[in-house]
C-alpha cells in the first residue's frame, strides 16, 4: 500500500464484520506532487489485513468475515474487486462491487487454522488495476470441539508389591487436537475413575501412584484402573477422555518357606527302603513350599543333623524343586533297622528390605525305617577266570561257582546259565553244586575266549528280581593240533638265464596254534626230488629256508613251470608237519633281470612253416579272392533273355520306356522277340515265368510277313484277340503294359520298330553328342548304314 499511496494511488480499509483488529500505524497516504514539494503523512486508522472467522459455523446462510474498501472507489461501480489464494471461490467469496468477504463452507482450525488470500482492485471496464494486490489472512478462531485422547491405550504397568504409598507406578498423556493458545479448549485435568484405593493419579502430570501400604501380590496380583482426562480444566462443560491402566504387582522375597507338617512338634516322615535297593537310588521325596515366585521362590535343602548323615544323601530335583532322598550306602535289615534325619529348607536370596519378617528357612524331621525283604543269593566272588584245554573231551570240568543266600533262613541254591549268554551250548553246569564242565571239544583256533554267566536262585523261586548273576571267564588252552604252511604265496617267478647258486625264493611258515617264544620251523625237500638237478633248499634256521638254482639254462619252451615238494615241520608236542608245493614259473627277462612275460603261448610256431611259406600262402588267398570278385562282376553284367535269339537286338534295351507296371517281372514275362521275328510268331514258345495246366492245341498265326512291312499295330491287335479267346492260357497278359504309342504321335515315336515302314534313311549322328549312356546306339546307328525297309529277307533290321 505504501508503493501505491508513493504512486499517487489510494489506499485500502477494511471494515471487519468484528471488531477484533488492534490500532496501529494507518497505511499512509503520499500524494506525488513536484519536485522538492513537501510530502505529508495521513492519519492513524485501524489494520485491515488481518480478519476472524468462527470455526464449525452452522448457520444457514454465509457468514460475513468482513468488507474491503479502496478510496479509490467513488461509488459509481467503477471498481471491481478480486480475490484470489487459499480458498477464493471456493471457501471465501467476495463481492466485486461492495467488497463484502463471505465464508461458504464451515471450518474446521484442527485442520486448518488460517487461510492467505490477496485483494486487489481493478477497473470494471478495462481489467487494469487500480491498487496493486495486497495480502492479508484470515484466522479460524478456535471453538472447544475435540475430547482429550490417549495416544497409546491401553496401559499396562508393573509395581512391586509391598510398595510404599505415593510409589509412581507410570504416566498417562492425553492430548487436545484444540487450541491450547485460545481459552482453556486445551487445560486438561486428569482424574481416577476405577482403582481407589490402591491407587491415585496427579490430576496435572498423570503420574499414577500407589495409596495404599503393604499390598501382597500372593492376596491379589492384578488391578485395572481407569484414568479420566478432562478439558476447560475440568470444569462443567468440558469433554473428557479416558483409558485402562492394567497394574500387576510383581513379585518380592516376603515369604519364607514352609514344610507342610513342620509346625508339629512330633511329625515325621516314613519311607521303607528295602535291603534290594542299591547305592544312589531313590528313597523318598520332602518338599517345602514357598508361594513367591522365580528366584524369590527358590528353595535349597541340606542335612543338618541325624544317625543317617554318612548312610543318606540329599539332592533337589529342578522341576518339582523337590529334596530327594538317596542311598549313599547300602542297608542291612539285620544291622540297623531305622535312621533318623534333619532336613533345612531355606531361601538363597533374601530381600534386606523384609529380614525382620524372617527368618527365611525351615526345618523337617525325617524318620526312614528298613524294610526286610527276601535278598537273591549272592556270589562268594564278583567274578570267575577258568581255563580248560582245547580239544578236551566232553564232560570235562572247567570250575566251580558258589553262591550262598543271607537271608535269615539261609535256603539253598540252585544254578543256571542263561542261554543268551552260551548261545551254541559249550558248557553246562551243575543246578546243585555249580560244577561247569564242557559238553563238547573245544577248539582255540576258532575262539579262544568263552564268556558266559551263571545265575544262582533260591530253590522255589523263578521271580529275575531274586535271581543274581555272575561272569565267568573261561581261556580255551592251546596244543598243538595244527601243521604249519608256507605264510605267503607259494609261487616263484625266475628269469630263464639265471646264474646257478642264486638264491631265488626265501619262504617263511605260519601255524594256526599259539607261537610260543622258542617255536620255530624247519625245511626239507621232498624225498622223491631231494636229488634233483634243477633246485636246492637250504634251512637258515630260522624258522625261513631260501631256494638256490643248480643249473643254468632254463627256457620256456623247453619247461616252463617247476614244482618243488617241501616238507614244514614245526617244534611242537608232538611235533607236526605238512608238505607244501612251491610253484617256480620260467619267465623272459631283459638285460637287467627284469621280467618281460611269463606267458608261453606267443612263442610257439607250427612245425616246418617258415615267414617265407607263411606270406606265400597268404598272397595266394588274395589272388583267388580277386578273381571271384572279378567273375561276380562280369556275371552282373551279363543278362540271359527269356527266348535265345540268332543275333543280338539292340531295340531290347528301350523296351521298359515309359512303363508303369509290374517292373522286373513285366520285362521278364515279355518276349520281344515275338515282335523282332513276325514269322515266327506262328509257332506256340512256352512262358519261362509259369507253366499253365492244361497245354492247348497249337494255332496257326497269321500268314507270313515276308517280303512286306509288318504293321506293329495290327500285329498287337492280333496277339491280343488270340490271348483272349485262348482258354489254356494264364490270366497275366504281359503285351498289355508295352509302351506304344500310335501312329499318329505327335511327338512322334523314340522306338526304333517302326524303322521297318519308313521310306528314307535318317541321320543319327546326333546321338554322338548325347553322352556316354548313348554311346552304343551312336556306334550302332550313326556310323553304318542300316537298310530301313529290307523286305528280301523277311527279317527286320
Known sequence: CSTAARRGLGVWTAIPAVLAGHPSLHRHRERAGKEGQVLHRSKRGWVWNQFFVIEEYTGPDPVLVGRLHSDVDSGKGRCKYILSGEGAGTIFVIDDKTGNIHATKTLDREEQAQYTLTAQAVDRDTNKPLEPPSEFIVKVQDINDNPPEFLHRPYFARVPEMSNVGTSVMQVTATDADDPTYGNSARLVYSILQGQPYFSVESQTGIIRTALPNMDREARQEYDVVIQAKDMGGHMGGLSGTTEVKITLTDVNDNPPKFPQSEKEIECYLFYSPMSHVSGEEVGRVKAKDPDQGENGLVSYRLTEGDGLGVFELTTDSQTR???????????????????????????????????????????????????????????????????????????????????????????????????????????????????????????????????????????????????????????????????????????????????????????????????????????????????????????????????????????????????????????????????????????????????????????????????????????????????????????QKKEPLILFEEEDIRENIITYDDEGGGEEDTEAFDIATLQNPDGANSFLPRKDMKPELQGALRPGPGSTRGHSVDVDDFIKSRIAEADSDPTAPPYDSIQIYGYEGRDSVAGSLSSLESVTTESDLDYDYLQSWGPRFKRLADLYGTKDYPMNDTDDGEDS
Open 322 to 636: 523337590e529334596a530327594v532322598i538317596k542311598l549313599k550306602k547300602m542297608v542291612d535289615y539285620e544291622t540297623k533297622r531305622t535312621y533318623m534325619l534333619r532336613i533345612e529348607g531355606s531361601n538363597p536370596h533374601v530381600d534386606p528390605r523384609f529380614t525382620a519378617w524372617g527368618p527365611y528357612r525351615d526345618e523337617a524331621t525325617v524318620k526312614i525305617m528298613v524294610e526286610d525283604a527276601d535278598e537273591p543269593p549272592v556270589f562268594v566272588a564278583p567274578s570267575y577266570n577258568f581255563e580248560v584245554e582245547e580239544n578236551a573231551p566232553a564232560g570235562t570240568q572247567v570250575g566251580r561257582v558258589h553262591a550262598k543266600d543271607t537271608d535269615v533262613a539261609n535256603n539253598p541254591v540252585r544254578y543256571m546259565i542263561p542261554r543268551y549268554t552260551d548261545v551254541e551250548q559249550f558248557f553246562s553246569v551243575n543246578s546243585e553244586d555249580g560244577m561247569i564242565t564242557t559238553t563238547r571239544p573245544l577248539d582255540r583256533e576258532a575262539q579262544a575266549w568263552h564268556n558266559i554267566s551263571v545265575a544262582a536262585a533260591e530253590i522255589g523261586t523263578n521271580t529275575p528280581a531274586y535271581t543274581h548273576t555272575v561272569r565267568v571267564n573261561i581261556r580255551v588252552k592251546d596244543v598243538n593240533d595244527n601243521a604249519p604252511e608256507f605264510a605267503t604265496n607259494n609261487e616263484i617267478l625266475m628269469c630263464e638265464a639265471i646264474t646257478p647258486g642264486k638264491v631265488i625264493e626265501t619262504v617263511s611258515a605260519v601255524d594256526k596254534d599259539e607261537m610260543a617264544h622258542r617255536q620255530h620251523f624247519t625245511f626239507s625237500l621232498a624225498p622223491e626230488i631231494a636229488h634233483n638237478h634243477n633246485f636246492s633248499l637250504k634251512d637258515n634256521r630260522d624258522s625261513t629256508a631260501s631256494v638256490h638254482v643248480l643249473r643254468k639254462g632254463f627256457s620256456r619252451l623247453t619247461q616252463d613251470v617247476y614244482f618243488l615238494p617241501v616238507e614244514i615241520s614245526d617244534n611242537g608236542l608232538p611235533s607236526l608237519s605238512s608238505t607244501q608245493t612251491l610253484t617256480v614259473r620260467v619267465c623272459s627277462c631283459d638285460s637287467r633281470d627284469t621280467i618281460l612275460s611269463c606267458n608261453v603261448e606267443p612263442y610257439v610256431l607250427p612245425a616246418g612253416l617258415s615267414t617265407g611259406a607263411l606270406i606265400a600262402i597268404l598272397a595266394c588267398i588274395v589272388i583267388l579272392l580277386a578273381i571271384v570278385v572279378l567273375f561276380v562282376a562280369l556275371r552282373r
